[in-house]
Every structure is written in C-alpha cells, then in structure tokens.
C-alpha cells in the first residue's frame, strides 16, 4: 500500500481570515473629517513638506463619522461574533482610527498591535496608489522559523509567508489585531491614503449600553466552515477573499 493510495482527510483548524467588502458610500466624509485632520495636525506640529509620512490625529469620535464608525464597531464585533468568541454581553470599542498619508517612496513597515486590541482594520477613502499593496504575513512563529522554500511564490498557498492585496477605492478590511501586516512602497508621485483602525472589547456595563448586535442589524459576514470536533471531514474552506485572488510578493 502506497501513500498515493490513500485518500486523507484534510482538517484545517486555527485559521486566519481577512475580511473586505467594498462601502465607497462612506468615502466623502472620511475623506473631509481626514483632510481636516491631516491640515490641524501639519499646522500645530509644523511638519515640513519633505516628511515622506504623514499620521493625522485620532477621529473616531468626529460626529460627521457616526454612521461610519458604527459601522466599523458592528462589523468588528460581528466578526469575532463568527469566529466563535462569546460576544453577546461585550462591546467593541474604538482604541484609534485616524490617517496616514504616504508620499513617493514611503511605506509601512510590518507591524502588529498588542495592547489587548482585538481587531484591526483598513479603509481606502481615496483612490489608493497604485503600487501600494496591503501585505498580510504568516501569524506561526514556529512555521516561519522552519519553512522552506515555496514551489511558486506568486500563489497563496499553505506554504506562504505573505500575502498581499490590491486596495480599490471604498475597500474596508477587517483582521484580527495578531496578525501582522505593512504597506509596500508607493513608488508614483500620487500620495497613498488610507484610514487605519484599532479596536478593542470590552464587557458592555462598562459602556454602559447594549452590546451591538443584539437589537440591530447584522453585517453579514459568513462564518468558517471548520470541523470544531475533529469528527467527519471538513472542506477546506478560506474565509474572505478566495485565495485564488491574492498574489503573494516576493
Ligand atoms: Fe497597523
């Protein structure tokens, strides 16, 4: 009996998922609320015009942004809610959201939130550079340690390291706050924006309100279909963009 004779069942557990819907609809105003931002801060800091990065302030708490950042806190909290947390008596809460300009040849380096932050996020108001790519990389510091070399680096498969999207004006993504990620380098004379976004959980009393969720429309996100018992099989299945549409860089 050969190996290549066996049909095995394949379990896939401890999945990373990365979540994007295209909401152009919010575009206009965070763009306002981020270029008003972006002006405060370049006149009170005194940031000189050579700066190849610019961070505005924080402005989740703009009142021009309240349907928006509700938005971002549903989601978030439906998200874990699929993932299997027990969110029903939680609430996500906003630790930051605020904007980053990049100008020719800057970039973001690969970072991770700690701090207890639960979700992260992207929101493109502006059409996005178009060299800039949101890079997304491989959360196993023991897979990383030991991997070897990929047969093709240009597919997303399991044996990736990194993986990578092209962001389209009113894209939002959504991660978890483990997983690491970074900005490519916008190499055209078109400055790169975006929205980034940090968020928290907390148990709701401390609010003081009703956790989101319960008694208002959820934001559609279709849970992992992953065997939690390690009984039958389960198909392989990749949450959020099929990876067929990702391109890992080299
Ligand atoms: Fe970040």
Redesign the pocket.
Known sequence: MQPQNINFQQFQYFPTSVYIANVPQFAKTVKAVADDSFRRIRKEMKIPKEQLGVMSYNFHDDPRLLDFSNFVLTASWDILKNQGYAMDTMKTIFESMWAQEHHQYSL?EQ???GAGLQM?GFYFHEAPATTSRVCFYDPRPGKVQINLAEADVSQATAASQIVNFTPNLGDIYFTNAWLA?SFSMNVTKKNFKFV?F?IGVVPAQYVNSAPQGINQPSFAVKPLKVAADGAGSSTTHISGTSLSNQVEIV
Do not use: D, G, I, R
């Open positions: 973001m970072h991770v939130h992260v990620h980034h940090n």
